[in-house]
Structures are given as C-alpha cells and as structure tokens.
C-alpha cells in the first residue's frame, strides 16, 4: 500500500536519482486504518502517541537514508549491518541483504498470508533469518518470472529488515522505535517499502503475507518505476494472501462486496485507473480503493488467467504512453471486452466470491465503518456506479391446443 504524506519532502537530485516523479509521494506502506480487526486496533491504540511523528522528512535525512542504499560493490560485513540494524546478524543473498533487529523471531508457521490475531504453533520452533529469506526468494523467483523480467538484480540490493518480537504492544512498540531508528519516522504500519534506501521494514510477528506484500512494492518499484497505484497496490495486495499457489480471498473482499450487497455500489473500473483518486481519497475511501485494486487484479487472475495479468503488467509498463486512457484500451484489448462488459463480469465476480472463515469475524466492523461513510465515498466521491437489478421474467405466452380452437370456432 502507498503510504502517503509521509515522505513528502525530497530534494530535486534526490527524486531524479530515485528516477521518481516530483509528484510522487517516496513512501510505500502496510499502514494500518482500523481494518485489521479489534486486535490490532487494541495494539495501535496502547502504544504512547510521542513514538509516532507526522512532520516530512527534513533534506538532511532524507539525504542520510539515501546513504544507506547499498549495492553489490558495497564492502558489507557485521561492522556495517550493526550500524544499519543494530544488530550484526545478516544474510547476503542478491538482490537481497536480509538484516535482523534485535527482537526474537516468533514460533509461529511461516505462510504467505496475513496475521489476523496471533498465530504460534506449539512444538516447532522459530523461523531462522535463513528461512525467512528462503521464503522471500522463492516467491522473487516466481513473481519475477511471471512479471518482473526488467528489475536488474546485479545493480542495487534491496535492503530487508526484520524485527520479530511479541504479538503484543511490547513487540509493537520495540518495532516501532526501530522505524524511527532506521528511517527517523514510526507510522500506523507493520511493513513498508521506502525507495530511497530500497528497503523492506517489516515486523515478522503480522504475518508472511505481509512481507511479500511489501517485496512486490519493492519489485514494481525497480522494475517499473512509473507503475499507476491501481497496479502497484493491487499487484502487492494480490500475493499478499496466496494458498497452494494461487491468490486466495482476504478481508480486502469485505469491503467490496458489502458495498453492492448493501448499497449496489461498486466504483468502475475505468475510473479505478486514475491515481489521483488515491490521492485524493481519505482512509475510509483509501482503504476500498486498495480493497478494488485487490479484486480488479484477481478478477482478470481468475477470468481470464494469470498469463493475462502479467501481460497487463508488462504492456503497460513498455507502453511509451502511460495513461490511464492507454491503460483501459490494453485490458479491453487483452480482455476482448468492452467497457461495460467488463464492469458487469467484475461486479458479478465480487458477488459471488466467497470471504474465507478466518476473516468473516471482521464482517459487522468493517459494515458499520462502510455504514457511517458510505454516502462520502461513493458519492463525493463520484465512484459511483448503480448495480443494475436482475430483470423480471417475462411469462411465456399462452399456446392454445388445437382442440381448443376448434371449440371456440363453433
């Protein structure tokens, strides 16, 4: 997810060696919005309000994180990993640095999913740095071949941080003073991407999923700088949850499908593609922008199969003209769909997907929150678009027999 406003200040040189547009906002993040259920709330709502900070970035440390980019002709050894991390503990595997922060590492299944609660496992013991960076690069290896076949992995590493830690507010403060430690700023957020050190901050204890998705904003941001938030986030937040190698639905359907079966709302897709609507949006509408991002992706995952999402991804990509014009004529193109044939499968697809037992407890929190903003974000908004009702059956005219002609003609 795009975190934006938090990293608002960069200097001329600094955006055009980050080869990022002035407009841009130079921090991507898993931020957390009041979705992630009354746990995390709970947790989020006991952490002592001075560890978070909101002011930009001064140029001097933006500067200072820029400075920590490090690449393969870099002299790495445990001297420079303790003054990144604080801790000597690495592994140096291109395009990766994973690094580890002093926290332990929970006992606790190592999966491509999100932590809802906390989720341990009596009897097997804690993942290594080792694991962890195998369950990275394996998931690299897929995503690259299937998307990212541009991203040079002999020219800058991609820097992983790793904090392990309680499940609780103890671990989520100690995560949160090793933000401010590596990057001068905490936010609402167990995992983020910051380009200008092209790194992963994550706090393990949230869950796998969070990390890939974190490691697909990485990816997209080397591989296809100039990427519209629609694809960036919707890519990320696709792998984020996958079961026996397939995107596998999340909480992020919630919010989409309450909307039509409560309002018969659904934003169009066409409109979808312009990214100063996330900008422009507010949590409550962030937080279902980011959910259709989701499911316009899993949509053509799932109808029209993965090789066409990957063809999405690299046409508009090496298109000279990046528009979000541009943008709908390839997935009508690729689709072989007109626009409004388009919105109809979508919504009908939302429909009739079904939210997984794990996440259906967060259903009445994120209803009540649609429920007291619905008329701002979908209106306001102008993301509106009416669910057409079914038609009524017409009834089949009456077919008189033969013999019934015959007496009314007496």
């Known amino acids: ?61 933006v500067e200072t994180i820029c400075q920590r980019r490090l690449n393969s002709a870099s002299l790495i050894d445990s001297s420079l990993v303790f003054g990144l991390s604080g801790n000597k503990t690495f592994l ?7 690094m580890q922060g ?9 999966k491509q ?10 009897g097997i013991a804690p993942p290594s ?6 369950f990275m690069i394996k998931s690299y290896e897929i995503l690259k071949i299937d998307y990212f076949n541009k991203f040079n992995p002999s020219s800058d590493l991609i820097s992983v941080y790793l904090l392990g830690g309680r499940y609780d507010t103890e671990g989520l403060s100690n995560y ?56 960036n986030e919707g890519l990320a937040s696709l792998y984020e949850e996958v079961r026996e190698d397939k995107p596998f639905n999340n909480y992020r359907l919630i919010f989409v499908q ?27 509408n962030y937080n279902m922008l980011c959910a259709y991002s989701r499911y316009f992706c899993k949509f053509i995952y799932d109808k029209y199969g993965k090789e066409t999402l990957a063809k999405l991804y690299k046409q508009c990509r090496d298109d000279a003209v990046n528009t979000s014009t541009r943008q709908s004529e390839i997935i009508m193109q690729l689709t072989g769909k007109t626009e409004p044939e388009l919105q109809g499968e979508w919504q009908q697809y939302i429909l009739n997907e079904k939210v997984p037992a794990k996440w259906r407890g967060l259903v009445n929190e994120i209803e009540e929150d ?20 079914e038609p009524k059956p017409v009834p089949a005219p009456e077919i008189k027999s033969p013999d019934s002609k015959k007496k009314m003609t007496k």
């Open 102 to 110: 002093t926290a332990k590492f929970l006992a606790m299944p190592l």
């Open 1 to 61: 997810m795009y975190l934006r406003n938090a990293w608002p200040i960069l200097t001329a040189a600094v955006k055009n060696r980050l080869k990022m547009d002035a407009s841009s906002s130079n921090g991507y993040g898993l931020e957390y919005r009041g979705k992630g259920g009354a746990f995390l709330k709970n947790l989020f709502n006991g952490i002592d309000s001075e560890i978070f900070d909101d002011t930009p970035l001064t140029v001097d440390e």
């Open 370 to 389: 649609i429920g007291h903003e619905h008329k701002f974000i979908f209106i306001k908004s102008e993301i509106r678009t009416e669910l057409k009702p």
């Open 129 to 134: 740095l080792a694991e962890y960076g195998s």
């Open 258 to 284: 309450r909307a039509l079966l409560e309002y018969k709302v659904c934003i169009k897709w066409i409109d979808l593609l312009e990214s100063e609507k996330y900008s422009q949006a507010d949590e409550m």
């Open 176 to 231: 949160l003073k090793f933000c401010n430690r590596v990057h001068f700023r905490a936010h609402k957020r167990v995992a983020y991407y910051m380009p200008a050190d092209n790194s992963i901050l994550a706090w393990t204890s949230s869950g796998g999923g969070t990390l890939i998705h974190e490691l697909v904003h990485a990816l997209v941001a080397n591989d296809y700088p100039e990427a519209p938030q629609w694809l």
């Open 92 to 98: 140096l595997s291109p395009p990766f640095i994973f």
């Open 113 to 122: 999913e999100k932590n809802l609660e906390l989720e341990t496992e009596s």
